[in-house]
């Protein structure tokens, strides 16, 4: 059990220390920085954390070094900020009140025009500013892909980005710089190790002290939400009005967010967020880069997390189909119990997982990828960047020493009410050449394995073929057709 307590949370609000109790658990940090401190820079578009009007910066200690994250304030949570420094707009100006690098190059580059989304935008290239210090124009876009224009187009923005690049962060010119050992030994300090129990009218919201109190507080309330990253639970608040109480934040668990990255493989904290896994998975494994930065826009992937991907069971999760076809295994934990299964069969029906009342996902190991190992992951989705997965397909395949498939892992998303394997498809190319007419052949089989849904995301036929059509896709990138198909591309020879 926690041996400390506290009856609030405490943070740094620009340059001042906040403490609150007394707060619902589904209180969003927008509603909060809005109505009740005013900050009203900070503006609600689409309340799902799509548009990024509502970005603002939040920083946290990482083993004593801070960082700043561009997060999504209308999906996250106000219990999810202890211990942290939350920057809006009205704090990046410089420390003698001029405009901040960034917003000079906004305005000096026509890079606003009505202006709704421009906090939100330079909030987000204020992130960029600090933390690189020669941007190209593709860390300029994958940066901005959270943050939705409709008025200026990009060029003016983009060319502000590589204006204000031109400057160098420092204390004379932008306060968090100035500020910096201040707000690392304010957080240090607040950073004490305490369980955290709010109660209010509306709920309570919890703050397990380490691990082990998670571990406690969940088998004692398995009634519970718990809440990592809030980028699907934020939704249930704002989208679908969903009571969330009693609501367990781990977001703050230091133990929850650690990578170990061995020859065997990764293993992942399920508390990892999709920025912070970034380099490890891809230096594992490159063939998942072009996905991982399709996974929402920046501000989803410094708040989501790996493990609350697979949690939540959503058959259309970007995650599990290449876990899936990597063979990775999730590891659940219920009081000091811990048991492991392959990832795979954590998905039982449509919201239904193999998660007893009281378990949570405490971490997720992924085989390393054999050198002669086929491997590619794809997505298809109505917008490329920051959208949902229509479909979302992985291929894992070897080969023995005559050219025959030896294995097989084939895993989708979008095609069923779980992530789900092909297992019809993998069987029809067991022990057949690596060649087209088996392709060909083992594409007819998938139908076997999934009866796709019609939505508004794609129809059921179109899943379908589409599927199909990702198996042969895979087949000639592997014969050495390029991985991005071009019409400049001579066709492969199969």
């Given at each position: ?163 204000a690049a031109g400057t160098i962060p420092d204390a ?220 979302c397909g992985a291929f894992h395949v070897t080969l ?95």
């Amino acid at each position: 059990m926690a041996q400390f307590h506290r009856t609030s949370i405490r943070f740094l609000l620009n340059d001042r220390q906040v403490e609150l109790s007394g707060f619902a658990p589904d209180q969003t940090l927008l509603d909060w920085l809005r109505l009740d401190r005013r900050l009203t820079g900070t503006k609600e578009g689409c309340a799902e954390g799509d548009c990024g009007a509502c970005t603002v910066l939040v920083g946290r200690l990482d083993n004593g070094v801070l960082n700043y994250e561009t997060v999504n304030a209308c999906i996250r949570f106000v219990g999810s900020l202890d211990a942290t420094h939350v920057v809006t707009i009205e704090h990046l100006n410089r420390p003698d009140g001029r405009l901040s690098a960034v917003q000079q190059a906004m305005v000096d580059r026509h890079g606003s025009q009505c202006g709704f989304c421009t906090p939100g935008i330079v909030a987000s290239l204020h992130a960029l500013w600090l933390s690189d210090p020669n941007p190209g124009p593709a860390d300029i876009e994958r940066q901005l892909q959270g943050n939705l224009c409709r008025c200026t187009g990009y060029e003016p923005i983009v060319k502000a980005a590589i204006d204000a690049a031109g400057t160098i962060p420092d204390a004379e010119n932008d306060r968090l710089v100035a500020a910096y050992d201040q707000t690392v030994a304010a957080l240090t300090e607040l950073a004490d190790g305490a369980r955290v129990t709010i109660e209010s009218d509306r709920g309570t919201t919890y703050l397990p002290a380490d691990l082990d109190d998670l571990a406690d507080l969940y088998e004692a309330h398995p009634q519970a939400t718990i809440v990592a990253g809030s980028t699907d639970v934020g939704l249930w608040v704002t989208k679908h009005m969903r009571e969330i109480t009693p609501a367990i934040f781990i977001g703050h668990l230091d133990a929850l967010r650690e990578m170990t990255i061995e020859p065997e493989g990764v293993t992942l904290g399920a508390g990892v967020s999709y920025t912070a896994a970034r380099m490890a998975l891809i230096a594992a494994f490159p063939q998942m880069a072009e996905l991982w930065d399709r996974i929402g826009g920046e501000q989803v992937r410094n708040m989501g997390t790996i493990g609350g991907n697979i949690a939540n069971g959503s058959p259309i999760g970007d995650t599990p189909p290449p876990l899936i076809a990597l063979d990775a295994t999730v590891t659940l934990r219920k009081g000091a119990a811990r048991r492991v299964i392959p990832l795979e069969t954590f998905f039982i029906d449509y919201g239904k997982q193999d998660r007893q009342p009281g378990e949570f996902v405490e971490s997720i190991a992924v085989p390393a990828l054999a050198d002669d190992a086929f491997f590619a992951v794809y997505k298809i989705s109505k917008r490329r960047d920051e959208d949902i997965s229509a479909l979302c397909g992985a291929f894992h395949v070897t080969l023995d020493e005559d050219g025959l498939v030896a294995s097989a892992r084939i895993a989708f998303g979008g095609m069923a009410g779980t992530p789900r394997r092909a297992t019809a498809t993998e069987a029809a190319l067991l022990g057949k050449p690596w060649a087209w007419e088996t392709v060909e052949t083992a594409r007819l089989t998938m139908s076997q394995d999934y009866q796709p849904l019609s939505d508004w995301r794609a129809s059921a036929e179109y899943r379908m073929v589409s599927a199909q059509n990702l198996l042969i896709r895979f087949f000639l990138e592997t014969c050495g057709a390029p991985v991005r198909i071009s019409r400049h591309a001579a066709p492969a020879e199969a």
